[in-house]
């Protein structure tokens, strides 16, 4: 996936999450503006588990390498009456597409 992409799909992800984003500055969701950047989550599977996973109220995740070196993500989460699944070249970018496909799912 090229960076671009995966900068769409984090600025997807934060608005989602409830970060908004006011002539080019953004906020937490408490309001605090942000000097300093804004979780980056196709990088960082502990910024995923810190914003995204609680909102989610996942009961199922399972995380595997596949052949190739890539991985498998397939979520169940709690209440949403689907399982997704989405392959990727990192941990955590496998994450984020399979939560922007049960967001679009909504």
Same mark, same amino acid.
């Given at each position: +996936?090229?960076? &671009?992409?995966?900068?769409? !799909?984090?600025?997807?992800? $934060?608005?989602?999450?409830?970060?908004? $984003?006011?002539?080019?500055?953004?906020?937490? =969701?408490?309001?605090?503006?942000? @000097?300093?950047?804004?979780?980056?989550?196709?990088?960082? %599977? @502990?910024? /995923?588990?810190?914003? $995204? +996973?609680?909102? !989610?109220?996942?009961?199922?995740?399972? %995380?595997?390498?596949?052949?190739?070196?890539?991985?498998? *993500?397939? %979520?169940?989460?709690?209440?949403?009456?689907?399982?997704?699944? +989405?392959?990727?070249?990192? =941990? &955590? $970018? &496998?994450? *984020? !597409? &399979?939560?922007?496909? !049960? /967001?679009?799912?909504?």
């Amino acid at each position: +996936m090229e960076k &671009a992409d995966q900068v769409r !799909l984090n600025h997807e992800l $934060l608005i989602w999450v409830g970060f908004t $984003l006011t002539n080019g500055v953004w906020s937490y =969701p408490d309001g605090v503006t942000v @000097d300093n950047g804004v979780p980056y989550f196709p990088e960082s %599977l @502990d910024e /995923i588990f810190k914003w $995204l +996973m609680p909102k !989610l109220k996942v009961v199922v995740i399972k %995380l595997v390498p596949t052949q190739r070196g890539r991985y498998g *993500c397939a %979520l169940t989460p709690d209440g949403w009456g689907v399982s997704v699944s +989405m392959i990727a070249d990192a =941990p &955590a $970018l &496998a994450l *984020c !597409l &399979a939560i922007q496909k !049960l /967001i679009r799912s909504k």
